[in-house]
Every structure is written in structure tokens, then in C-alpha cells.
């Protein structure tokens, strides 16, 4: 395919990185190698995409790139022996928007095996909706299920980053189950009327997780953790015995600092 669209390119010139609205072809290089050619429908704005936008953001391995790590689409050319014309697709969780041409664009070429079939049901922009932000949220809350959280119990629930992505999915999708103490961290005013929206049956803020204690009164049965850092930390004393944490965020810090 050679026709010219529109795509957002970041580069970077020593200490400047930019990015823009420019005209773009597929071409042979490295960073759109791939089997098949999907014309896009929509992407999603991920943290991750933020910092692909920033000088040293540390998620850009070479420039110039096109970002985006989400994207949904139609199968419009591919030389792989299982994938299909027209096929209703989506890219998550591969080297695209990093070390590979993403989704911001509107057309992307890549490997057929990074690519998932849309399920059935889900329109391409309901599946953007939920990107990247949706799926770890649902991966976190499986994963706190199949480690005991049981809604016949309707055990004491605290999740971190409740405004963000990732932590209002999980929200949603906790409330949808049935789960009814849930407590929302947040950080500011605005977020309140969200998260009570959402699910939250209480709102706390990072002071109220403050101490120095190893342990503190056992408050919570199971923490979904979308922060990371110092937050990630001070929740798990806080955590009751037999009680279990999912931790998938670092905007709060990649280190966690605690005791043995």
C-alpha cells in the first residue's frame, strides 16, 4: 500500500522532542514491518501515549514513531494464512507505539499475530473505550477473584488511582458484580462526584493511609493498586490477614519501599 494519510509523528532533535500532524506512507522500515495492514477506526489515549509525547519519556525506544499502543480496525491487506479481509481487529499489549508504529495514525501495518479479533458484541469504539486501561483493570479484578474475593462476603475493597483509567474500569467493574465496599483513593476535590458514580461506596485520600507502622489496623481485604510507590506501599499495611493485592500502575513511583 503506498497512498499518503495522516499520522502523529513524534521526533526528537537532541534535547527537543516534538510531535505533529503529518503526512505518512508505509514503507519498509523497521518500525512498520508486519504481514498485515489494517485500516483503523479509533485508538485511545493511554498514560503511556502521554509519555511517548515527552522529551525522555522513556517509552519511544527511536524516532521518529508514530504512538499509540491501542488501536481498532479492518483487515484491508495481509499476506498471513489465517487472517481474513475485512476482519474486524484489535492491537493492544505489542511493541506498537514503542519500539514499533502505533495507533495514532490511520493506518497501521503489523505482524497478524499481534492482533486479536474483535469480540463479538463489541463495537471498535466501545473497544477503545476500554483499551489498555480496560483490560488491566479487568485483569486485576480476575486476578483478586481468583485469590479470594468473595461477593458473598462483600469484603472491605480499596482501590487506588480511582479517577484514572485503570481504577475507574475497575470501578465500574466491580459495582457491576455487585460489590459494595468499595473505598476510592483520590487526590482531589473534582474526582469525588466520579468515583461515587461509579461504585465508590467511600472516598479516602493519601493521608489517610499515612504511618510508619509495619502494620497498621487492618482495614481493607483487598487492594486494587494502580499508583505503585509510596501509595502501593502504605496500602498493604493496611491489608487484613489472607487478604490480597494487584499492583499494575508506576505513575506514583517504579519503587517500593517496605518492610520485611
Not at 503489523?110 to 483493570?137: H, N, Q
Request: hydrophobic share 40%.
Amino acid at each position: 500500500m503506498k497512498e499518503i494519510f495522516k499520522a502523529v509523528v513524534v521526533r526528537s532533535d537532541g534535547d527537543e522532542t516534538s510531535y505533529a500532524l503529518e503526512d505518512y506512507q508505509l514503507g519498509d522500515q523497521p518500525v512498520d514491518e508486519g504481514d498485515t495492514i489494517v485500516k483503523l477506526a479509533y485508538s485511545s489515549m493511554n498514560y503511556k501515549d502521554m509519555l511517548a509525547t515527552q522529551h525522555q519519556g522513556g517509552v519511544i525506544r527511536s524516532y521518529p514513531l508514530i504512538p499509540g499502543i491501542d488501536a481498532s480496525g479492518e483487515i484491508i491487506e495481509t499476506s498471513h494464512p489465517e487472517a481474513k479481509i475485512g476482519e474486524k481487529v484489535i492491537n493492544t499489549c505489542s511493541a506498537a507505539g514503542v519500539t514499533h508504529n502505533g495507533g495514532y495514525s490511520q493506518y497501521l501495518k503489523v505482524p497478524y499475530d499481534w492482533l486479536v479479533t474483535l469480540p463479538e458484541g463489541l463495537s471498535e469504539k466501545e473497544a477503545m473505550i476500554y483499551g489498555t486501561a480496560g483490560l488491566t483493570a479487568a485483569y486485576s479484578v480476575d486476578s483478586l477473584l481468583k485469590h479470594g474475593m468473595d461477593l458473598d462476603q462483600q469484603p472491605e475493597i480499596l482501590v487506588t488511582g480511582a479517577s484514572g483509567g485503570v481504577g475507574s474500569i475497575a470501578l465500574a467493574i466491580l459495582n457491576k458484580l455487585g460489590f459494595k465496599n468499595i473505598s476510592a483513593l483520590i487526590r482531589k476535590d473534582y474526582q469525588k462526584p466520579l468515583v461515587k458514580r461509579l461504585g465508590a461506596d467511600q472516598v479516602i485520600w493519601p493521608a489517610d493511609l499515612e504511618g510508619d507502622k509495619p502494620l497498621n489496623k487492618r482495614r481493607f481485604d483487598f487492594v486494587l493498586d494502580t499508583v505503585g510507590g509510596q501509595v502501593a506501599a502504605q496500602a498493604m499495611t493496611f491489608i487484613s490477614e489472607w487478604g490480597s493485592m494487584t499492583l499494575c500502575g508506576n505513575a506514583g513511583g517504579s519503587k517500593l519501599e517496605t518492610t520485611v
